[in-house]
């Protein structure tokens, strides 16, 4: 039997060494899965953040356009040219108007003068005709008064045509568009547009959908990075919320204005980046990943490793935080929890 053994030795001790790589890795695969799914109760500081895409854009901007065709008789301006409000910016040939105006003026000194006489006849001739032809002349003075009116109508609505021929910025700013840059051109009043923007009315606009917006409030404040600035953060505070949702988007948002620095940075209209508002903060507080938590008919608990062993107990949980559950009752710091 000895002699068996011994002549079989390196094959007893081939078996010996697989089983003990068996075992090894067996423990080291159970040890590994055990670890993955244990968490050990620590205190830390979480936060819940809310994060907003949006762009830039300005409070002030107008787009100028005449109010009826004509053609163009002066440009004031180029892209680019920073005006004052209330600048005239461009013109309609006013040639035709002013003829209009000056035939208006002249039919109304005729009406005047028409009504003058027709007055003046009728006092001094009021109390030698009869009731018939009194109340008749009566009537006619009454229509000259109208004619009258009407004339100076006229020369009033005339003028304000020639005032409307003309375009002046209604704010300070800079032009940034200019549809119809040449003169001598016929145009339509959408085909000779300028657009101006005041640079420093800047504003970071964000939309915020309903269940978003209810967590925010005015002069709540927020870290803003852009996208063309991507290493620098700017403070911004909002200081308008849209009491109704914003048309055109299929869902249900709202637009919200936030105010920030602009000084020292090239900005341009339309500049993508994003907004972070801190909506909760809890600094140090024991928690648990949310996957952790289970649940019975009694209540909330987890699966405590206690001695080797994995015992149930019951917690007392507290707020929801990103992912994190915040523990008022039942563990400890240091306790170690498994899945």
């Given amino acids: 039997m000895f002699n068996f ?3 079989r030795s390196y094959l007893f001790l081939s078996i010996l060494l697989i089983i003990f790589i068996f075992l090894n890795l067996k423990n080291n695969f159970l040890g590994q899965k055990n670890k993955t799914n244990s968490y050990q ?15 830039v854009d300005v409070e002030e901007k107008a787009t100028l356009r005449f109010q009826t065709p004509g053609r163009l008789a002066w440009v004031g301006v180029k892209e680019g040219d920073f005006v004052k409000k209330y600048q005239l910016i461009a013109s309609l040939d006013q040639r035709d108007l002013e003829n209009r105006l000056k035939r208006y003026l002249n039919s109304y000194v005729k009406q005047r003068l028409s009504f003058e006489q027709t007055k003046d006849d009728y006092w001094q001739k009021q109390f030698d005709l009869s009731d018939v032809v009194r109340k008749k002349s009566e009537r006619i003075l009454e229509q000259n008064q109208y004619d009258l009116e009407n004339a100076v109508l006229d020369v009033e609505y ?3 045509i020639i005032e409307n021929s003309s375009v002046w910025s209604p704010i300070d700013g800079v032009v940034v568009r200019v549809d119809a840059p040449f003169p001598g051109l016929n145009v339509m009043p959408t085909q000779a547009e300028f657009e101006i923007v005041n640079p420093k009315t800047l504003y970071f606009s964000a939309t915020a959908d309903q269940t978003e917006v209810v967590n925010l409030k005015q002069g709540q404040k927020g870290k803003i990075i852009f996208d063309s600035f991507p290493n620098q953060e700017f403070d911004g505070e909002i200081y308008w919320i849209a009491f109704t949702p914003k048309k055109g988007d299929s869902g249900t948002v709202y637009q919200i204005k936030v105010k920030f620095d602009s000084r020292g940075y090239n900005f341009k209209l339309g500049m993508s980046g994003d907004i972070e508002f801190l909506i909760k903060e809890k600094k140090g507080v024991l928690t648990i990943p949310q996957s952790y938590l289970k649940k019975d008919k009694k209540g909330d608990y987890v699966n405590l490793v206690n001695g080797g062993k994995v015992k149930k107990i019951y917690i007392k949980k507290g707020e929801e935080i990103e992912g994190k559950v915040i523990i008022n009752k039942g563990l400890k710091e240091g306790d170690l929890i498994l899945n």
């Fill in 5 to 7: 053994i011994k002549k």
């Fill in 41 to 55: 109760i620590k205190k830390e500081d979480i936060k819940e953040v809310l994060v907003l895409s949006g762009q």
């Fill in 158 to 160: 005339q003028k304000m």
